[in-house]
């Protein structure tokens, strides 16, 4: 198959995504969403596979297939279950900011442990009062001697109280504004830093998601990612690698949604035919297919210009978030809808399916931030002409 | 400890990849080195690539086609002399048997020829070092906990493991390694003890056994049922 033209190592990846999310996953994934447990066990599994290495360069113990793969490795787990790739991808989230920021002695502690996934990353920027907009954080990290002192709550931290490595985002100069960020290389454990209770979700319900706290809490300067003050410029250039993830998991959840629809109208009879032979199903089949396709090579195509170090890829790995999420959003209503009374019971996988893909349009940047960095980067573009 | 999978290609992998990781088991509490080991046509060096994927260190292939027609007993012959060439040895695996010919012989005819001692039908590794292993042996009705001096050979059954996920560096690996494959001459084998010369036995026909019928049963009381049972086997002329 010389689809996409994937090479040898990128069709292994998504080989073993593939096995591992249909042999392992799907087994259990209805479970792991009702009871709301962290996936463990399959983490271990994709650990002991080796998928937590695919984006980690060989110097630090990874297999250097960049975010490419990891979006192979993305589409295929979310396929099976987008709470168990979330939790999955949220280790790479972040470990991302270390891998581009960190000095050689961060990044040879700290991505090995993430690479052989003995421990799980996390990545923390989001406040109660700083969403979208950035600028508005109130976590703080004060100076003191030899480090920082940390207070402050992070809000909806993938991960949080699982991962045991996280980068986090705090104000060290309230003047400066978004200039007046600085991340730091968080570990769990620090005297000071606590979660807060799991919070429940609409989707993705077998991902953590905590709030992480910090009390006076006591940092060495050796942990700071980055200059002072650039913890923007760090959260911002770790977004356009990460976000084709996005795209590869909403692919991957549209695609899961499509098999089953299609599946289940070749069986389902109404009016003494099967419904899939009614051309109302099939047009809708046809266009949600025909959207898969679309986005996916949209996906792929701003995975391999990100890893290909592109100074555009801002704008294409923007455009490679909101398309496919927003794709995945009617893919897997029009799954319910196809499967009718059965894809609204928790019986069949599409309920769960449609309440995942939501989250896509939401996290990492929602959709209307992502329009913003488009149009800015097209204005942009135009006046430099 | 160094440890030896003999594996067999056979139509269909289900059975390979449970005899290829069967060494987990031990792996996870001693220090040691996996060598797989197999005989048969060119082509089943796809099974020791897949066994390579799955995270054994070494793999060998012997191919001749002075072996080909060999029975159980010059099969075992030329594996024994190949798991001879390879070296030191601690412990050897085995499949209970292969599912295409179904004998079960291969395994303790092997280590027969070693001089070694063997248990079958092994469902539970309890305890391996210090010179010795403890083993359970599955039976009809329960298990025997059986230990004896190392080196020796386990048959193992389904029950021993779960086959283990492949990982990306054993595949990458699994696709760059060079299969060393060893002749007939290579380890060492007299010519008039393997391939058909070798072979005692001869297979003369294969088939699939006709299934059986149904059976018929008969139920009342006793005297009753004892009549027509007399009955019927007079109609069919055993009495």
């Known amino acids: 198959m010389a689809q996409h033209f994937l090479t040898e190592e990128q069709e292994m990846i998504r080989d073993l995504a593939r096995q591992i999310a249909q042999e392992k996953i799907v087994p259990m994934r209805a479970e792991l969403d009702e009871q709301e447990e962290f996936p463990w066990e399959i983490m271990k599994l994709l650990a002991e596979s080796d998928l937590f290495r695919i984006w980690i360069p060989e110097e630090y113990g990874g297999l250097g297939e960049g975010i490419f793969g990891l979006c192979l490795a993305m589409e295929e787990l979310s396929r099976a279950c987008a709470g168990v790739a979330v939790s999955y991808a949220g280790s790479a989230l972040g470990g991302t900011p270390i891998l581009l920021y960190g000095t050689e002695e961060q990044k040879q502690k700290y991505l090995p442990q993430l690479a052989s996934g003995e421990r799980l990353g996390a990545f923390a920027l989001t406040e109660a009062n700083a969403g979208s907009d ?3 954080m109130q976590a703080t990290a004060r100076k003191v001697d030899d480090g920082y002192v940390l207070n402050g709550t992070k809000q909806w931290i993938t991960n949080g109280g699982e991962a045991e490595i996280y980068t986090v985002f705090t104000i060290t100069d309230r003047n400066r504004g978004a200039r007046g960020s600085t991340a730091f290389i968080m570990e769990k454990g620090m005297e000071g830093f606590s979660f807060g209770k799991k919070e429940k979700k609409l989707g993705i319900r077998t991902s953590s998601t905590r709030e992480l706290v910090f009390q ?6 050796a942990q700071r990612l980055g200059r002072e003050g650039m913890g923007f410029i760090v959260a911002m250039k770790t977004f356009d690698q990460s976000r084709p993830g996005i795209g590869a998991q909403s692919v991957g959840i549209a695609q899961g949604a499509l098999d089953e629809a299609i599946q289940f109208a070749r069986e389902r009879h109404q ?16 266009d949600m297919a025909t959207e898969i396709e679309a ?10 210009l990100v890893d290909s170090g592109d100074r555009s890829a801002s704008k294409i790995a923007a455009m490679a978030k909101v398309f496919p999420s927003d794709m995945a959003m009617r893919v897997t209503t029009n799954a319910v809808q196809i499967m009718g009374g059965s894809g609204y019971m928790r019986e069949y996988p599409v309920e769960k399916m449609m309440r995942d893909a939501k989250i896509t349009q939401i996290y990492e940047g929602t959709n209307q931030i992502m329009r913003n960095v488009i149009a800015g980067n097209l204005i942009k573009e135009a006046a430099a002409l | 400890m160094n440890i030896v999978v003999c594996i067999k290609q056979v139509p269909g992998t289900a059975e390979v990849r449970i005899h290829s990781e069967t060494h987990t088991l ?7 080195m996996v060598t797989v080991f197999t005989m048969g046509p060119p082509q089943a060096e796809a099974a020791l690539r897949e066994a390579v994927s799955y995270g054994v260190d070494e793999v060998v292939l012997v191919s001749d086609r002075a072996l080909v027609g060999s029975d159980t007993l010059a099969t075992a012959y030329a594996i024994a002399k190949g798991i001879a060439k390879i070296g030191a040895y601690d412990l050897i695996l085995c499949g209970k048997q292969a599912i295409d010919g179904d004998t079960a012989q291969v395994g303790p005819e092997v280590a027969e020829r070693l001089g070694i001692p063997f248990v079958a039908w092994v469902r539970k590794v309890e305890e391996v070092g210090d010179g010795k292993i403890r083993v359970q042996r ?6 025997e906990v059986i230990e004896m001096p190392l080196p020796a050979l386990i048959t193992v059954v389904k029950e021993i493991n779960e086959p283990r996920l492949a990982s990306l560096k054993g595949k990458l690996r699994a696709k760059k390694l060079e299969i060393p494959m060893w002749s007939a001459e290579d380890i060492g084998v ?3 003890q393997v391939g058909l010369k070798g072979s005692p036995t001869q297979v003369m026909r294969i088939f ?21 049972l007399a009955e019927r086997l007079k109609v069919m002329g055993f009495v």
Do not use: N
């Not at chain 1, 006076?216 to 300067?221: A, E, I, L, Y």
């Not at chain 1, 419904?275 to 109302?280: D, E, K």
């Open chain 1, 216 to 221: 006076d809490c006591f940092v060495p300067t």
């Open chain 2, 26 to 32: 031990i792996r996870d509490g001693v220090e040691s």
């Open chain 1, 134 to 136: 950035v600028a508005g």
């Open chain 1, 271 to 286: 009016f003494g035919k099967t419904i899939s032979s009614f051309q109302a199903v099939q047009h809708m089949l046809a």
């Open chain 1, 295 to 304: 986005a996916r090579a949209l996906v792929y195509y701003a995975a391999r």
């Open chain 2, 138 to 143: 599955m039976m009809d009705d329960g298990y």
């Open chain 2, 208 to 228: 699939s056994p006709e299934p059986r019928g149904a059976g018929e049963r008969l139920e009342g009381e006793a005297e009753e049922v004892a009549q027509r």
């Open chain 2, 190 to 192: 007299e010519e008039d």
